[in-house]
């Protein structure tokens, strides 16, 4: 199915009072973007404008310095106020390899799908053939939910349940 009829199947099972809502709700962020992407802008690279698993849209940004680098998100429901609304922070290990050091933010929204895209992609454009990161003992609570979004992300993952830890690995195809 085309992307044109599965809109025009999805608009036929909507009334009129959805629709009109829909419409406001996407105005709203418009208007919304265009404040938040000249604050952002200020400050940081804008490397994209995404739309998330609910139909809300996001602007991803990054902060490179060589050594470090974040690929933050902020979605276009709110007033950018200087802070991200998700990130993934790392750094270069080395020139083949961007270690994971955190990932920061709420679950369940599609943000860490959309800023590990970002990652990934800045890996590619700078030959780097590796994405590494670790799975510590502070994230045992949320383990299977780590597991899956990185095999997700074709990523291998290795667990060690007796220390309570593991490894994530992403080689550039």
Not at 22 to 43: G, H, S, V, Y
Not at 77 to 91: L, V
Not at 148 to 166: A, L, P, R, W
């Amino acid at each position: 199915m085309s992307f044109k009829s599965a809109f025009l199947a999805e608009r036929e099972t909507k009334n009129e009072e959805e629709l009109k809502e829909e419409i406001e709700d996407l105005e709203f962020q418009l208007f919304r973007m265009q404040d938040n992407l000249k604050e952002i802008a200020k400050k940081w690279q804008v490397i994209g404008i995404e739309q998330t698993k609910d139909s809300n849209w996001v602007i991803v940004y990054t902060s490179d310095d060589g050594d470090t680098c974040k690929i933050m998100l902020n979605d276009c429901e709110s007033a950018f106020r200087g802070n991200w609304d998700f990130s993934i922070q790392a750094s270069y290990e080395d020139e083949h390899t961007i270690h994971i050091g955190d990932i920061k933010g709420p679950e369940n929204k599609g943000y860490g799908s959309i800023c590990m895209h970002y990652l990934k992609e800045l890996a590619k454009d700078q030959n780097i053939q590796y994405i590494t990161g670790d799975i510590v003992k502070r994230d045992w609570d949320h383990k299977d939910r780590l597991v899956h979004f990185y095999q997700k992300h074709d990523f291998k993952v290795n667990i060690d349940k007796e220390t309570k830890s593991g490894e994530i690995e992403w080689r550039l195809p």
